[in-house]
Each structure stands twice: as C-alpha cells, then as structure tokens.
T-cell receptor, first 110, second 108 residues
Framework: DAMVIQNPRYQVTQFGKPVTLSCSQT?????MYWYQQKSSQAPKLLFH???????NEADTPDNFQSRRPNTSFCFLDIRSPGLGDAAMYLC?????????FGPGTRLLVL | DAKTTQPNSMESNEEEPVHLPCNHS???????IHWYRQLPSQGPEYVIH???SNVNNRMASLAIAEDRKSSTLILHRATLRDAAVYYC?????????FGTGTRLKVLA
C-alpha cells in the first residue's frame, strides 16, 4: 500500500545532541510537511516542501532544519535539542486536496 | 492564515448521530475545508473534505454553510471507535493549519 513511513517510532536523544528524524513516502507527492505535536495540543506546522522549494513557518525556531534530497525522502534535523523539544513529530504529504500522515516519531530528550 | 474555531469537547451516546461544528469566518474563496481525526499515539487520519457543496463518504458527511463561514461534520451513528480528537482545517496553496480540535467522547 502507498503510504508515509516514519522511522524510528521512538527516538531518545540527549540534551544538546543533534538528532535526525526520517520520513519517506511511496505516494509520489510533490509536497511534504513536518509538524510538531506536544501533549494535548494540535499539530503545529514547522515547514513544508513543494518539490525542492522550502517553506519555513515564521515561528519555527532556527534549531529546526530540514532536508529533502529527493521526492521520496524528507528529514528533520534538530541541531541542539532542548527539553522543550520533546514531542511527537509528524510527517505528511499531500496531493492537491488531501493530506496523508505518517504514524509519527515520538522524541524524548534526556 | 485563515483560522478555525471548534468546541474543546463534545459527548455523544453510542449509535446516535453527532454534529461537530467548526467556524471559519476568515476563509478565502480558494480554501478547502478538511476534517481529520486523531486517535491517541497515531497520526491524524483523513475523514472528509469539501469546497462549497455538501459532501458524503463512507465515514461521514460534511455540511458547508452557504457563506462558507462555518461547517459541520456529521457522524451518522457514533461508535466507540469514533472517540478521537477531530480537527477542522482550512487549506490554501498546500498549507494546512490545524485548529485546536474537538475531543469527542462516545458513551456506551
């Protein structure tokens, strides 16, 4: 089945140690997204790609970066994770009218 | 970015219809109205979407006001598996911004 895949499902990192979260898709969609979701809150859009065009939300901290080497893969890099960055990170793709989400990666910062 | 407003929580009895409201008074003419739901520890799941006309699918119905400033998601017969957070989202130019969502509790 075509889908959005996120690995790993759980990621533990240390305070200040760079971490990378991965997302891949088999839907061949042009647009890919990264959201941050903290406990009991709605997903918050960090940035999205339209093909290789990167669109950063104005309130996304500089600590968060992203790479999209090809249509299928997208990475979220957190350069120096703080305790406040512990959250669920959701990757999504979209066709013209619908968004498709992966299962998310839960990040723990120790 | 256009925003949506939803009640924080709602309750329904099992097997009864549920009407989940959403206000989006700043919607633009090209914004689609989407509904997603999210179960604990899972990614959001697509429910339904529309632009101007009411829409039906196997999961739900979407009723859109004539002025498009509000919409209602209708679950025709709520089941325990429908207990989730339901998000009403506007999208324009591929940008999807989530509102605060409504937590639906289904009572057996």
């Amino acid at each position: 089945d075509a889908m959005v895949i996120q690995n790993p499902r759980y990621q533990v990192t240390q305070f200040g140690k760079p971490v990378t979260l991965s997302c891949s898709q088999t839907l061949n969609h042009n647009v890919m997204y990264w959201y941050q979701q903290k406990s009991s809150q709605a997903p918050k859009l960090l940035f999205h790609y339209y093909d290789k065009d990167f669109n950063n939300e104005a309130d996304t901290p500089d600590n968060f970066q992203s790479r999209r080497p090809n249509t299928s893969f997208c990475f979220l890099d957190i350069r120096s994770p703080g305790l406040g960055d512990a959250a669920m990170y959701l990757c999504a793709t979209s066709s013209r009218e619908t968004q498709y989400f992966g299962p998310g990666t839960r990040l723990l910062v120790l | 970015d256009a925003k949506t407003t939803q009640p924080n929580s709602m309750e329904s009895n099992e097997e009864e219809p549920v009407h989940l409201p959403c206000n989006h008074s700043t919607i633009s003419g090209t914004d689609y109205i989407h509904w997603y739901r999210q179960l604990p520890s899972q990614g959001p799941e697509y429910v339904i979407h529309g632009l101007t006309s009411n829409v039906n699918n196997r999961m739900a119905s979407l009723a859109i006001a004539e002025d498009r400033k509000s919409s209602t998601l209708i679950l025709h017969r709520a089941t325990l598996r429908d207990a989730a957070v339901y998000y009403c989202i506007l999208s324009g130019t591929y940008k999807y911004i989530f509102g605060t969502g409504t937590r639906l509790k289904v009572l057996a």
